[in-house]
């Protein structure tokens, strides 16, 4: 960051370059009242913000898509990741999910429209030419066309993906209105995703897994009950991979059984992360 910004700009970079984000008003007119009457160093303020939970988080991120980026590079597929125990499932899912893309031309992103800006960035760098994204909602997102759709009735033709991408959203399928029968809706988002798939196209998918619970808006269920409905929708798992956080962090782990979602916290217990192919060509 250039030596000569003062005060407030100083503050507003250090916040866009750390935290990729502009600082809150309040927190912006402190620092920078602080940093002209000397009672806060410029060294200071930068300690304060990198040794922050949000600056663990946002590298947390950067640390995954850089090295979804490598094992594309590598042709590796990486498992046992990862990730510090104040982080979401994010930073498993984004790079697990970007380990496993290999370049492929025609690519569906559902649920894309509330996706962090780190995911839709590092997608869109990735992929070689533009990503269609479905959701209920349409949000601005460089090298993405949105549409809006639901995915239990996709406006596509037929095998006109490579792969699709489906992170943390199959949970929130139908979950408009709490309802007490999810499997129906979640088995019609799999069967539409495994038809407009083509022959040898490729789901890459994350769902929270673990003891089986309704909450408003979305459902968590044991990860056999995920890959089960996968199978029943039409899909073969070629890999997957589930994922628990506690006090240690992220691991890979053999199972769920048991583990609550952290509602307080607003983020997943477990993750199941899942690579899927089509088991037979659909209509």
Known sequence: MHASLEGADYVRGLYLLALRR????EALVEAARRLEDGTLSRASLLRDVVSSEEFVRVRALDD???FGSWARRTDERPRGLQAPAS????????PWTLARYRGEPDVL???????PPVWLAALADAAP???????????????????????????????????AFCISTLEHVGREEPRGNYGPDAR??????????RPEGRLLLTVPCGAAEDHDGFVQREPA??????DEAGFQTVEHEVYVCDADGWHGAEHAHGVRYALPLGRAGAVLCVELRPRRPLR
């Open 129 to 163: 030419a533009e990503i269609v994204g479905v959701d209920l909602q349409v949000t601005d997102a460089q090298s993405y066309r949105g549409v809006v759709a639901d995915v239990r009735e996709l406006p596509f033709d037929s095998q006109s993906f490579d792969v």
């Open 22 to 25: 502009e600082p809150e008003p």
């Open 225 to 230: 009950w995920w890959l089960e409905l996968s």
């Open 87 to 94: 982080c979401d499932e994010r930073a498993i899912e984004i």
């Open 109 to 115: 992103d559902v649920g894309y429209a509330l996706a």
């Open 188 to 197: 019609r988002a799999l069967e539409e995703l495994a038809r407009v798939l």
């Open 64 to 66: 995954g898509v850089a």
